[in-house]
């Protein structure tokens, strides 16, 4: 039989052992309803994200629609196409964002209109050598340096499109130029000539003068092809030399800047020039 009563030391060990009994089951319980508190807190987190990117969505400003080009361009455009001033026509469409349906849809406009309206007289001279340019020139203009002459024409540099300006002289003896002085009319525009080239001829020696368009040349140019009289004087170190700008010379210099202007050329680089506004009088 038991003994009716515990000693003082089982007392003791009965009471350690419930107490830890205790502390385990109250740590249990405690855990999980903290492990059940964190998971509520958690999916309440997630709920209000939720929340807060649909509103988002919902509230988020519509995508700006891009805009059609001003009716003042357009207009311009269509005018300037009509009047053959292709400057004006390039120098509008560059106020337009590159690369923006505005501004594709203006050069598909241009392009249309340019087919109907191939510049007539510029012809593609193919080049002599893969690494030389591709170069385009009026139907007028010489191509040998046997005579005098004064045009405008441009090269295809891998793609890019580049006017130039060149007056050539045919002498018996060299001129030792420095120079040109152009009378269009009433004024008078002079041209320093910093490099002249030269070569020998079977009838004497040629020397020309070949550089960028740049806005001194360009200014020649109108003033040339709006003017009734024009005369060149060339102006050299053993002496001068006079003529006449003729019409088809003239005529030349408008059909080569049309044509620039028609396959892409752009004189934006320039600054704010003035197109031409009418065609030169026949002579």
Do not use: H
């Not at 855990?31 to 969505?57: H, P, R, W």
Request: net charge positive.
């Amino acid at each position: 039989m038991l003994k009716a009563r515990l000693t003082e030391e089982e007392r003791y060990g009965i009471i350690i052992i419930l107490a830890v009994i205790v502390l385990l089951v109250s740590m249990l319980v405690l855990n999980y309803f903290l492990s059940g508190g964190d998971k509520a807190a958690i999916v309440e987190k997630n709920k209000e994200k939720t929340i807060i990117l649909t509103q988002a969505k919902q509230g988020a400003a519509p995508a700006p629609q891009k805009l059609p080009p001003p009716k003042s361009v357009v207009s311009t455009v269509r005018d300037a196409i009509k009047q053959g001033n292709y400057s004006t026509v390039y120098m509008e469409i560059n106020k337009v964002p590159k690369g923006s349906p505005e501004y594709e849809e203006l050069r598909k406009l241009v392009a249309e209109e340019t087919q109907k309206r191939k510049a007539p007289g510029v012809r593609k001279e193919a080049a002599v050598s893969p690494s030389a340019p591709i170069r385009y020139f009026d139907e007028s203009t010489p191509r040998d340096r046997t005579s005098d002459a004064v045009y405008v024409y441009f090269v295809d540099v891998s793609g890019t499109l580049m006017p130039r300006f060149c007056i050539q002289v045919a002498a018996k003896r060299p001129l030792g130029i420095t120079g040109f002085t152009i009378a269009a009319d009433n004024r008078s525009i002079k041209i320093n000539a910093s490099s002249v080239k030269f070569e020998n001829t079977g009838k004497g020696v040629a020397e020309w003068y070949d550089v960028p368009l740049d806005r001194n040349t360009y200014d020649a140019v109108q003033a040339m092809i709006k003017a009734k009289k024009v005369t060149l004087t060339i102006v050299g170190s053993r002496g001068n030399k006079s003529r006449d700008v003729t019409g088809s010379e003239r005529k030349g210099m408008r059909n080569i800047l049309d044509g620039y202007a028609a396959l892409g050329g752009n004189l934006s680089y320039l600054g704010d020039i003035k197109p031409l506004t009418s065609p030169p009088k026949k002579r």
